[in-house]
């Protein structure tokens, strides 16, 4: 492509196409304008709303201080794009280079970026996932119902998988002074993102927050009344729940199945793509017109053992989004790695929780400030003798700082004389991530692929 | 006015809070909690207080009405 003045073209009369409209779409259509492409620009979204934030819905949103119609991102600059939203896309032409919609209509593009993230998993059995009182939550949509059920005043919300999500809505129920139970089938929240040391914490927060807080169970079934509404839960330990709303907060699935048969290397677990965003197709090899970001992006991290990474955090879609744009519309001496290191925050329990790194490859956690029984800490991950993640309990001005060390790939434990210590923390010990041939919603971060240096099976939850 | 905060970024300095209490508000003792819309009338200390913003988390639409926002043209 060099020199033949073909990226010229494209950057002043190309055609390009953004499957997804969401943070990550926005992001990057904004930083192809920026960068000086002229040519048109189309955007597709399944949802017929323009770009919004998703972290607000199970915060604010469900807190009652924001709408679910209020949460429409701001615009960096005006995009002159042709908007078709509310109609998905369910194909991919790759040869002739055209996207197709639900529609039928069918939409030509010299590059693509896909970007269609992912949605929530829903309750197993279809019967009882439409139970009136069921809901799950990732879509505006979802936000505006739950919502709404909440502020009739619910007797007893009941909240399956103990998630960061699932803590959300746990957390914003007890605000409102609403009764929460939450099951969990793992020994404690958060224990897949963060492990059980950490879990641990979160579990008594919950508790002195008045969740009725189940682990260690399954729920096996959900039950209506005659008129279709739920009525209760059962779970595995024999214990029954009498519930009027019923949160699924299982985690999520990849927005793929509409590449199926296309070619491209996509699946269950997200779309290939290479640190330049740049998707592979099923034969491994790179595509040259075919872009992806955001959380249905799976892509090598050097950071971390080239792992393919596949991250559903807010920062990265924002990240992401930007690299893929200026890549698609540069020479390849000129294009550069998505090499953002993993961040993400919640906000629950009035505690603000924030990681850098990836925590979840950690074998061990040293308490490196503060104690783990004042809830205010920062819990350090190492793996292989090296700094690899990190998490702040109320601590977030520390983690740049921890930032660094993963960056440099600092010894663990990290040698410096810690601050602020207690004696509760000074040794590593075992950071009790749950074991992974073990059936569970999955943390936030997941790993799979394969390096030269660490080839691993990953289980991956089947849906 | 739609905004939002970079919560990777924020680290609870409260300067926002302190500027445009209408909008940002602390939750707890470092977790921060915005108006994703924030009203016409608080135009100026909105901006403001993205001004402060020791880390500059804080973006506001640069574009005023959302008038591209939603078409279904061919």
């Known amino acids: ?463 | 006015m739609r905004l939002v905060v970079d919560l990777n970024r924020c680290q609870g300095y409260a300067q926002c809070a302190f500027l445009a209490p209408e909008v940002f508000a602390m939750h707890g003792e470092e977790a921060l909690l915005y108006h994703p819309q924030a009203d016409e009338a608080h135009r100026e200390k909105l901006a403001q207080a993205a001004a402060a913003c020791p880390v500059q988390a804080i973006l506001v639409d640069a574009v005023d009405a959302p008038a591209e926002a939603v078409s279904d043209e061919r």
């Open chain 1, 1 to 463: 492509m060099s020199g033949d003045g073909s990226l010229e073209w494209l950057r002043r009369e190309g055609r390009i196409v953004v499957v997804g409209a969401s943070l990550a779409g926005l992001r990057a259509a904004e930083t192809l304008r920026e960068k000086g492409f002229a040519g048109s620009l189309t955007m597709i979204g399944d949802e017929p709303y323009e770009p919004y934030d998703r972290p607000p819905l199970s915060k604010q949103v469900l807190l009652g201080v924001a709408t679910a119609d209020g949460t429409a991102l701001p615009r960096r600059r005006a995009l002159d794009a042709t908007w078709r939203l509310g109609v998905a896309a369910t194909g991919l032409d790759m040869a002739a280079g055209r996207v197709r919609l639900a529609d039928g209509d069918e939409v030509p593009y010299d590059r693509l970026l896909i970007a269609t993230g992912v949605r929530a998993r829903p309750w197993p059995r279809p019967e009882e996932a439409e139970l009136d009182g069921v809901f799950v939550l990732r879509t505006r949509d979802d936000s505006t119902a739950l919502a709404r059920r909440l502020a009739e005043g619910p007797k007893r919300v009941f909240v399956i998988g103990a998630g960061f999500t699932g803590s959300e809505i746990a957390s914003a129920c007890r605000e409102r002074g609403l009764a929460v139970t939450v099951a969990e089938r793992a020994a404690a929240p958060l224990v897949g993102a963060l492990g059980g040391v950490v879990g641990a914490v979160a579990a008594e927060l919950q508790r002195e927050h008045g969740v009725d807080l189940r682990c260690g169970v399954m729920v096996t079934a959900l039950e209506g009344d005659a008129a279709g509404r739920v009525r209760a839960a059962h779970l595995s330990d024999g214990a029954t729940i009498e519930t009027d709303v019923v949160v699924v907060s299982l985690g999520a699935t990849r927005n793929t199945e509409w590449l199926a048969g296309s070619g491209l290397g996509a699946g269950p677990r997200g779309i290939a793509c290479d640190a330049g965003c740049r998707a592979f197709d099923i034969r491994g090899i790179v595509t040259d017109d075919i872009y992806v970001a955001g959380d249905v992006a799976r892509s090598p991290h050097p950071l971390f053992g080239y792992q393919f990474l596949s991250l559903e955090h807010w920062g990265n879609a924002v990240s992401q989004a930007e690299i893929a744009a200026h890549n698609m519309l540069s020479e390849s001496a000129d294009r550069i790695p998505h090499m953002w290191v993993p961040a993400f925050w919640s906000s629950q329990f009035g505690v603000n929780i924030k990681s850098v790194g990836v925590p979840s490859m950690g074998t061990e956690i040293v308490v490196a400030q503060g104690s783990l029984t004042d809830r205010r800490f920062v819990g350090v991950y190492g793996y292989q003798g090296r700094v690899i993640g990190a998490v702040a309990f109320d601590h977030a001005r520390w983690l740049p700082f921890y930032q660094e060390l993963i960056e440099t790939t600092a010894p663990f434990p990290p040698p410096f004389p810690m601050v602020d210590r207690r004696p509760d923390g000074q040794r590593p010990m075992d950071a009790d991530f749950p074991d992974p041939s073990v059936p569970t919603h999955g943390p936030t971060v997941t790993l799979s692929g394969y390096s030269p240096a660490d080839r691993r099976m990953t289980f991956t939850p089947a849906h």
